[in-house]
Every structure is written in C-alpha cells, then in structure tokens.
C-alpha cells in the first residue's frame, strides 16, 4: 500500500525472487543445501509451502490488481520469471534481462536441450488460485496490461500436468484473441499455440495433443469467422505452429512423409486452412496465405509440400479470373511462395 509505484514495482520484483528462492529450497533433489535429516528436510518444506502460500500468492495477488499499470505488469513478469526458472541457475539469476519474451526464452531453452530446462515453480492449487486475478486482468483497460496477462500462461501451463487445469488457465488466451488490440490479440495466439511447449511430451497430454484438442477448434473458429482480422489470426496461428514444428513429435522436423502418421494428419489439416482462406473476399488474407506459406515450407515433407504446391497454383488460377486480373500483391507473395516451395521440393527429393 506504500503511495510510491516505484516501491511496489520493486516489492513485485522482490517478492517473485523470493518465490523462486522458497520453491528452489523445497526441491532439495534439485540443490544441495538442506540438512540431511528427514525430519528437518519435511519441517523445512511444510514451513516454505506456509510461506508461499500465504504471504507470497496473496502478495502477488494485490499487487496483480494494483491500479498502476506499471505495478501490475512488474507483478506478471515476477510470476512469469518465477515459473520459467531452474533452480540450478539460482545464483546466477541476476545477470537475468526481464525483458526476455516468454516465447524467446521457450525457443532457446528447446534449442539448448539442458535439462532440466525447467521445473514446475508454482504448484496446482497455487496456480488455480491465480487464475481468476488474471482473467480479471483480461479487461483491464490499458492494453499492455492486458498482453503482459496473457503472456503469462505458458509459463503456468508448465506448472500442472493435468488438461482441465490446462484447458481453464489457456482460456485466457482465448477471451484476449477477440482483443480491439492487434499486439494484444497476437500475442493471445501466440502463447495459446506456444503452450504445447510447456506442456511437452510428459504429463498427460502431449504437445501435439495439445495443439489438436485445444488449439485447432480456435483456429477453425477463426477461420470460419465473418471478421478478416480473426481470419489473418487463424494464419498466424498456423505459422506459428508449423514453423515451431509443435505438429511433430520432439524438436526434430523429417521431410519424409508417411500417409498414416498422426503427425502429417495434423499438419495436413492446417495446410487445409491456408487452403480454405486461400480464394478469400478479402485481399489482405489471400496474400497473407502466400506469406505463411513461404515461412514454414522448410518444415514440410514431400506430400505436403506438393499439397501446397496445388494450393497456390489454384490460388493463382483463381486471382487471375478476378477483375482487373486480381491483387497484385496476392499474386508476388504466392509467386514466391510457389518458387520457394518447389525448389524446396527438389532439394528433399
């Protein structure tokens, strides 16, 4: 409650370093600093959980909802810094830039393969506990309040293994993607697609479970939406998936196909998006679709590389017969993308 937001920003700071402090000290397998006894060992971790649980969570939670939205963003960035951690990296957490996106640190961390990458920081319960606060946050009327709420959910995703839990916290990705705000509904995509990062091969559900049970029916929807501006949505999503090969199992993208993989099935429906919106009334999404199109053909195999081959031919045939012989823009980026992709279809076979 101190009047000074330079104060509360620095408590947000301060109380996320120590979440990440209390947490690091329960997971003594992780660090080798508690008494070795079992006794002290579980009075230890009964008095940390008592600690986060009610002076921290709740703590965060005000500060959540402080009505500086300066505060209220150093408030999800602690969360988010906190849930991202790894306690073998502890002492050295202060050469740690907080302005590293979530979705940067994701990709180097996958990309390295340490491990272990991470550990869930929050548990469930506290989780749950969190969720209402930030679904609040959702209609806070300063717009970078509502993208740095939302940037937080992958980071939550990997502190439960359970989909329901899951489902609830990613529908907060899914309220912010009709946002007025086109950062802030980007950036709702973005970690809703981004989630089957965190949610990984372990736990119950899969990255590509992920992406076929929670994220698809949203990019249909979108698709199927009288809006252009959820339509070029549906076309980010579709990059952002097949270009970070979350269609695929593990990091590692092959260019052979195999017709009864469930992996190409999943990739051959988001082809089948961009085939969809590809003779769309609205120019801008019909060359959006060459443009996606030139930024994940180096993740496809032979047959859906020729599948996509067809789509932009057909698109070119059908730009041509509109008048005036169509939009030249349309026609460069799908030029390009019909180049892009059959010299990429040479080099693979």
Not at 314 to 320: I, N, T, V
Request: charged share 25%; proline share 3%; net charge neutral.
């Amino acid at each position: 409650k101190d009047p000074g937001i330079d104060v509360r920003v620095a408590l947000a700071t301060a109380a996320g370093e120590l979440l990440t402090l209390l947490v690091g000290l329960q997971s003594c397998d992780e660090i080798n600093i508690l008494d070795k006894s079992p006794s002290m060992k579980e009075k230890d971790r009964s008095s940390y959980k008592k600690h986060i649980d009610e002076t921290l969570i709740p703590l965060l939670q005000s500060l959540l909802q402080d009505s500086n939205p300066e505060v209220t963003s150093s408030a999800l960035r602690a969360i988010t810094n906190t849930s991202r951690a790894n306690v073998r990296e502890l002492s050295s957490r202060r050469n740690e830039d907080d302005s590293i996106s979530l979705s940067s640190s994701h990709q180097s961390h996958i990309i390295e393969k340490k491990d272990p990458v991470f550990i869930p920081v929050l548990s469930e319960e506290q989780v749950l506990r969190l969720v209402p606060t930030l679904l609040k946050l959702a209609t806070s009327g300063q717009w970078r309040v509502r993208q740095s709420a939302v940037e937080i959910v992958p980071a939550l995703l990997g502190c439960t293994h359970k989909i329901e839990t899951r489902t609830e916290i990613a529908q907060l990705c899914v309220t912010l993607m009709s946002d007025g705000v086109d950062a802030v509904r980007r950036t709702a995509a973005e970690c809703l697609c981004l989630g089957g990062k965190s949610v990984g091969d372990s736990g119950n559900v899969s990255s590509q479970e992920w992406v076929k049970t929670v994220v698809m029916p949203h990019i249909q929807a979108c698709r199927d939406s009288p809006n252009s501006k959820q339509r070029l949505l549906s076309l980010k999503m579709v990059e952002i998936i097949l270009a970070n090969g979350l269609c695929h199992s593990g990091c590692k993208i092959t260019t052979i196909d195999n017709s009864a993989s469930s992996e190409n099935t999943l990739v051959r429906q988001h082809l089948k998006i961009l085939s969809a919106l590809s003779s769309d009334n609205t120019a801008n999404v019909r060359l959006n679709v060459g443009r996606v199109s030139c930024n994940v053909i180096g993740t496809l195999g032979v047959q859906d590389l020729k599948f996509m081959i067809d789509i932009l031919e057909e698109q070119a045939q059908k730009e041509k017969s509109r008048p005036f012989g169509g939009d030249r823009d349309v026609h460069f980026y799908g030029k390009k993308a019909r180049k892009l992709a059959q010299e990429h279809l040479k080099t693979v076979n």
